[in-house]
T-cell receptor
Framework: DTGVSQDPRHKITKRGQNVTFRCDPISEHNRLYWYRQTLGQGPEFLTYFQNEAQLEKSRLLSDRFSAERPKGSFSTLEIQRTEQGDSAMYLC???????????FGQGTRLTVV | TQLLEQSPQFLSIQEGENLTVYCNSSSVFSSLQWYRQEPGEGPVLLVTVVTGGEVKKLKRLTFQFGDARKDSSLHITAAQPGDTGLYLCSNNDMRFGAGTRLTVKP
């Protein structure tokens, strides 16, 4: 296991298009987190899963954002009708519940033009 | 929701200098994590502190957890250009502060 992987690393899309990102966590990690990070800021929490259950979703997250983790392994984050303000780095992290050590992927950098 | 405040926001120093950055909250941390993030990469965990008054050392980095578990500091001795990055603190709920962006000039 080489850690948390995210795909793609970079995505350029036109405003109004839908995009989907994938995160593969460390295999034995039951918790998976999604974040958005803009330049100069810390990671902003979006949502997290424990196994396949989505346990929390930020109230800042618009209805255009949806995430799934259907089998409790990999997760996808979809953004519908992208806007320029969605341009950011999207980070995924995983950990074992009860353990404070979390591991991050390298992120997907989204640019909306 | 616990708010984490980090200071300073930016810090630019010369190689060899010492520095301290801070993470504060109005509420008690059950545990606190420090991460470092380099440009274009995800954050990497440096340390977890759990017990009030705890001090942990990682080479030239010293982490201190406040007695009341509401604040923490990270002290770097003799900073090197390789220490450049965004230093983040987080709580046990995986919420992060805005970070301190450190630049160490050779």
């Amino acid at each position: 296991d080489t850690g948390v992987s995210q795909d793609p690393r970079h995505k350029i899309t036109k405003r109004g298009q839908n995009v989907t990102f994938r995160c593969d966590p460390i295999s034995e990690h039951n918790r998976l987190y999604w974040y958005r990070q803009t330049l100069g800021q810390g990671p902003e929490f979006l949502t997290y899963f424990q196994n396949e259950a989505q346990l929390e979703k930020s109230r800042l997250l618009s209805d255009r954002f949806s995430a799934e983790r259907p089998k409790g392994s990999f997760s996808t984050l979809e953004i519908q009708r992208t806007e320029q303000g969605d341009s950011a780095m999207y980070l995924c992290a995983s950990r074992v519940s009860g353990n404070t050590e979390a591991f991050f992927g390298q992120g997907t950098r989204l640019t909306v033009v | 929701t616990q708010l984490l405040e980090q200071s300073p926001q930016f810090l630019s120093i010369q190689e060899g200098e010492n520095l301290t950055v801070y993470c504060n909250s109005s509420s008690v941390f059950s545990s606190l994590q420090w991460y470092r993030q380099e440009p274009g990469e995800g954050p990497v965990l440096l340390v977890t502190v759990v017990t009030g008054g705890e001090v942990k050392k990682l080479k030239r980095l010293t982490f201190q957890f406040g007695d009341a578990r509401k604040d923490s500091s990270l002290h770097i001795t003799a900073a090197q250009p390789g220490d450049t990055g965004l230093y983040l603190c987080s709580n046990n709920d995986m919420r992060f502060g805005a970070g301190t962006r450190l630049t160490v000039k050779p």
